[in-house]
């Protein structure tokens, strides 16, 4: 067995604000419980001091992979195994000692291009593709460590296609391994009992919002419009996100359509939500501790003459800034792609489709009391913040619901017309 120091060592470090002390095996926590933007020299430091060990979810290679085949398919094995599995870190430019992270050894060459050369081996080597790989380098002293965050998948198995392979693996604290037929079965029915999970608890949330049993009560007899997006890896690993992180951002979690707000913690994770002055809510933003979000809204049904409507041309660039502005938030939580998005109403029964002049024959009043558009998935953060695609998608089906074969204000490409 490893021996392990008996007090806290004290290290120093380029860069580093003077002597850090760490406690032995921090490390692992100090990686895990981080998002992959605040990884940095002194985690990957902190690591060594603390002589973590590999894991089902860390691996560490001294050097890259070369670029013989069976290099290459030594990459996808590592990466696809964590895919399989629960997901994890590989740490290239950390040398290891029975198991355990003892040196860092920098890569020296060109890192920028090694980052984009494994990139290129993952997004065509893996079948079907890994949703949410992502890769950086760290300056350390001397050169540079690539971190590789590889997400649980919600889609597995996932086999290595690179030279004619056709192989599938998963990985435990040993290491990486082939899976067994019985597992293979197994990882193949796992993707439909997620999505069914994600929708379930979409469908009994919103029974819940129905009877007035939400987050906060709301006036729903104006009719109610809800947003859920569900982190289908996250979701199905039953992560808890830390509620400083949370508590952090109010800013992009404002209910639909508002910008006012107020906050507090409660016992499913963080709530932003808006009130009217008089201590009645009019929507709000329940994040989830695994990262899954319900936005709501009972201001979308303005009244005209009587009667409510859903302003078809106002309402698209709505949902363009929440998921927008939703989606910045999660990835600041480092919430894993891809997600389950899922756009419903209630209490809407006689609300019309408010169109411009130019559509001379208006279509009659919604004559149900619910709305559910079928669910869209977000498989990346957009990197411009840019989810017209899918809102096209979902503004189609809501037009479909009012009796228009499409959205008249997308183009085919699914782009946003202006004018």
Same mark, same amino acid.
């Given at each position: 067995m490893r021996e392990q120091p008996s007090c806290p060592k004290k290290l120093d470090y380029p860069g580093a604000a003077g002597p850090l002390i760490f406690q032995p095996k921090r490390g692992y926590k100090m990686l895990m419980g981080k998002n $992959?933007?605040? =990884?940095?020299?002194? @985690? =990957?430091? #902190?690591?060594v001091s603390a002589g973590v060990p590999e894991s089902v979810h860390l691996d560490f290679k001294r050097d890259t992979y070369g670029n013989s085949d069976s290099d290459k398919k030594e990459f996808l094995k590592d990466i696809s195994a964590f895919a399989n599995t629960l997901g994890g870190y590989l740490l290239i430019g950390v040398d290891e000692m029975e198991g355990a992270a003892s040196a860092i050894v920098p890569c020296c060459s060109d890192v920028d291009q090694e980052l984009l050369r494994l990139e290129s081996i993952a997004r065509t080597g893996v079948e079907p593709k890994l949703l949410g790989l992502r890769i950086k380098r760290i300056?350390?002293?001397g050169g540079s460590v690539i971190v590789v965050h590889v997400p649980r998948s919600f889609n597995p198995p996932h086999r290595i296609i690179f030279k004619n392979s056709n192989r599938y693996f998963a990985r435990h604290s040993g290491g990486a391994y082939e899976l067994s037929l019985e597992e293979l079965r197994m990882l193949f029915g796992e993707q439909r009992s997620l999505e069914e999970r994600a929708k379930r608890f979409i469908s009994e949330r919103f029974l819940r919002l129905e009877g007035n049993d939400g987050v906060m009560p709301m006036p729903i007899e104006k009719g109610l419009m809800v947003v859920n997006i569900v982190p289908l890896p996250d979701f199905g690993a039953n992560r808890r996100i830390e509620l400083s992180a949370m508590t952090a951002q109010p800013q992009n979690f404002f209910p639909l359509g508002s910008s006012g707000h107020s906050w507090r913690v409660n016992l499913e994770g963080f709530c932003v939500y808006r009130n009217d002055g008089h201590g009645q809510c009019h929507g709000y933003t329940q994040v989830f501790r695994d990262g899954s979000l319900e936005a @709501? #809204?009972? #201001?979308? $049904?303005p009244e005209y003459d009587g009667v409510r409507s859903l302003p078809s041309r106002a $309402? &698209? &660039?709505k949902i363009f800034l929440a998921l927008k502005s939703y989606l910045r938030g999660l990835r600041a939580l480092d919430v894993s792609p891809p997600f389950l998005l899922q756009i419903s109403a209630t209490g809407i029964a006689g609300v019309k489709l408010a169109m411009d002049a130019w559509h001379f024959d208006p279509p009659a009043p919604y004559d149900r009391e619910a709305l559910h558009l079928p669910p869209s998935m977000i498989t990346e953060y957009d990197p411009d913040d840019n989810y017209e695609a899918v809102v096209s998608e979902q503004m189609h089906s809501l037009w479909n619901a009012f009796g228009f074969e499409r959205c008249s204000y997308f183009d085919s490409n699914g782009r946003w017309i202006e004018n």
């Open positions: $992959f933007a605040e =990884i940095d020299g002194a @985690t =990957i430091h #902190s690591l300056d350390v002293s @709501t #809204s009972t #201001s979308m $049904f $309402f &698209p &660039p």
